[in-house]
């Protein structure tokens, strides 16, 4: 006995070292492809105060992968010394059989995360030596080596375990035979909510542009959403006052302008401007439970203080951008999104921006214990999916075979399509739709640099008299892509880009009488979400937002005209384009943040909101006409005017074609809107 222990002990050494050259080869090649990510860090610590509050966190990941690499090593061991016993090996030909177990379980890792996760940096790697497909091939092989391994291992402890190891094996298969019962098949909830306080369902999409849906004409299949829209009310024409998720969700939940919310870019202090009150706030005062729900929260830090009970989510910080952007080795990546995920990896589990390892499904995991919750309560439940938004990538798609930013978005639509539908029956199986108000919107569109994606054609600009207005003016700073004036890029960065700004928009009723199934063209506002959903629940609202409940009951065909204001966001050069370089954003941006020390959140600085203000644009749509006004040079503002029937526009306001326009009025309403924000005009 004495003699096999050290035969064991001297494999389970030669494996530790081999798992050690492992870890050390995954950190050599990582630093090879990111060593400016270091450098980047090195940078961004000397321009911001970095809090000693985020090392738990990176002590934490740490820890977290000693712990998934020893696990791995265990389980080598473990089969290398059942296989050994069970064929009797000698000590020498055990320890060539646990080295190459060793070395199987190490091609297993490799290629299943080449497949699984394609867009990794090792499955870059590892595709120039072997091919997927024979990958593919291999990884069958080793799978079934593996099954019988473990097989053949279990038998050897079983048979070797006396009852009380018996009796504790039994015991841990009927703790996780419960546990997968109750994921999968739970007792089915009652409904709490009633016809007169249904459970409110707003679902978010970030970055979707309707006329990318079949509904509205689109090639790209998107059986669900197609079949939502056909059953509900639908309002083709919705703008969102500033195309940005955060400003946008904070329309939603307020009803009121950002100029009124005071929260006028991402990342914006949270703190609203009196006497602005928020629908889940209102909500919650009126016995409804609130959750809010992301996979996203690098820009949008909405948490409990919006009036939330729950918030599930990353956590929020700077932990997300440094954890979730470091993480990328095989071995963790297939741990990523399995129950250990949220406990190991939470800055990676279901979040959005680690897009190499993002799997759809592993949100949808994260929502079903709270949707399953018995309810004593109605429900108001938010949920903001993030999958559409730049750079249109996830875990499982493809990107190394298509570069196309339209082809990955078509994709990513898709795919969100296919997300919704798991959703939407989650909420079906947990009976939330018997009596259910349900909002299906876009945060914002996203501009794609096609044409027509800007409001302005060549062919529709009227020039002046002077030769200052004879030529078209140039709207972008100067970059590799070289936008014409037909196109733009992005979402936020420009109001005359309508694709950025037109948001989907549409409510179907569950349970609840009375819905008329159309399509309505009238212009509205995300921000008429909050005065609606309290219309239908006979409450007050006090903000810009206008009830569309008569609409969606058919008993109106429109709304009275109003002005719509749109703004940007801050949009330097760096992200004028459909492939932004996240670090040159970072970069271009990094003196204006500022980081918590104890929360380690990120936030905007209040000097540099100032600026942000200052360079915004500014737009105001009424009836059949746009002014927008871009910041110039020396404190002055370009306006266009632009008559959205003809396609017709201009810079020069002295023309009879804006004479003749409603152009004093539309100045007039823009002054009173943003007041001494507006510079004075270029003559």
Known sequence: MRSQRLQADKLFSQLLVLTLVFMLMQISFFIQCLHYYFDDFNFIAHKLEIPYAILPGILWFVFAQILVHAGALLLVFAVAVALASFFKLSAKAGENLGLLIWLMGLLTIFFSNQLLFPNSRFSYLLRYIVPDTLAGILLVFLCCFWLFALALTAYVALKKCRWRGRAAILVGILFWGGYYLDQHYAYQNLDAASEARPNIIIVGVDSLRPDFLAFFGAALKTPFLDSFLQQATVFSNAFTPLARTFPSWVGILSGAYPKESGVRYNLAQQSLQPPVT??????????????????????????????????????????????????????????????????????????????????????????????????????????????????????????????????????????????????????????????????????????????????????????????????????????????????????????????????????KLFGLNGQAVKKISHPVLLLDIKPTVLDFLKLKNKNSGLSLRNLILGKGSSLAPRPIFLESDFSPEAIHS??????????????????????????????????????????????????????????????????????????????????????????????????????QLSP
């Open 278 to 507: 928020l629908l889940s706030t209102l909500l919650h005062q009126q016995g409804y439970k609130t959750i809010y729900a992301t996979d996203e929260t690098r820009f949008s830090n909405i948490d409990q203080a919006f009036g939330f009970d729950e918030v599930l989510s990353p956590p929020i910080g700077l932990n997300d951008f440094l954890l979730g952007s470091f993480n990328d080795f095989p071995l963790s990546n297939l741990v990523v999104n399995t129950p250990l995920g949220p406990w190991l990896f939470p800055h990676s589990y279901a979040s959005r921006p680690v897009y190499v390892t993002y799997d759809p499904d592993s949100f949808l995991n994260r929502l079903k214990p709270y949707l399953r919750k018995r309810r004593q309560q109605p429900l108001f439940l938010a949920v903001h999916f993030c999958l559409p938004h730049a750079p249109y990538i996830w875990g499982a798609y493809p990107g190394y075979t298509d570069k196309s930013p339209v082809s990955r978005y078509q994709a990513a639509i898709s795919r969100i399509d296919r997300q919704l539908s798991d959703f939407m029956g989650l909420l079906k199986h947990d009976q939330i739709l018997q009596h259910a108000l349900v909002v299906l919107l876009s945060d914002h569109g996203e501009a794609l640099e096609l044409t027509g994606d800007r409001i302005t054609s060549l062919h529709g600009f009227i020039s002046g008299s002077r030769s200052r207005f004879r030529k078209i003016p140039r709207f972008y700073p100067p970059s590799a892509d070289q936008e014409t004036v037909e196109q733009s890029a992005g979402h936020g960065t420009d109001v005359l880009g309508f694709s950025q700004y037109h948001s989907l928009l549409a409510f």
């Open 578 to 679: 459909v492939h932004p370089e996240t670090r040159a954003l970072i970069f271009e941006g990094i003196e204006l943040f500022k980081i918590d020390p104890k929360t380690t959140r990120i936030s905007v600085k209040d000097s540099m909101g100032k600026l942000i203000l200052s360079s915004k644009q500014y737009a105001l749509v009424e009836n059949d006409w746009v002014l927008a006004l871009y910041p110039q040079d020396q404190g002055k503002m370009l306006p266009v005017l632009v008559h959205l029937s003809t396609g017709q526009w201009t810079t020069d306001l002295r023309l009879s074609f804006a004479q003749k326009s409603p152009l004093k009025h539309m100045l007039a309403a823009l002054k009173q809107f943003y007041g001494s924000e507006l510079k």
